[in-house]
């Protein structure tokens, strides 16, 4: 009997300037189950990073790289873009973080005014 084995996929969502969790999601998945993750559209907050931060390559050396979630099938995998990211579920836990700036010069309309009086 075979077993396939499987992890969490974990979607961290950062505000650098605080550190605070903005939201976090994890689903547990099968090796070679396909993952995506895509950033947030948040008022005030402008997207700084996207990146991989939990996982080893096979050597135990690294943080896992995109090229180590591609099926034997290949496809396309990654960050695009739009820093939206799509790959398969490698044999271990991962984790993929977004990191965002809070930006107080968003806009100049009421309601983002009465947003940052609150923020603050």
């Not at 907050?45 to 180590?68: E, F, P, R």
């Amino acid at each position: 009997m075979i077993q396939v084995r499987k992890g969490f996929s974990k979607v961290e969502h950062i505000d650098t300037s605080t550190g605070a969790v903005m939201q976090t999601t994890q689903v547990y998945r099968a090796a070679e189950a396909a993952i995506s993750a895509a950033p947030l559209t948040t008022l005030g907050y402008s997207l700084t990073n996207a990146q991989i931060t939990t996982g080893n390559t096979s050597t135990g050396a690294n943080v896992l790289t995109v090229a180590d979630m591609q099926t034997a099938a290949g496809g396309t995998v990654g960050f695009n873009a739009d820093q939206s990211f799509t790959a398969h579920m490698p044999n271990q836990d991962v984790t993929i973080r977004y990191e965002y700036a809070y930006n107080r010069i968003f806009c100049s309309s009421k309601v983002c005014r009465f947003y940052y009086k609150m923020k603050e």
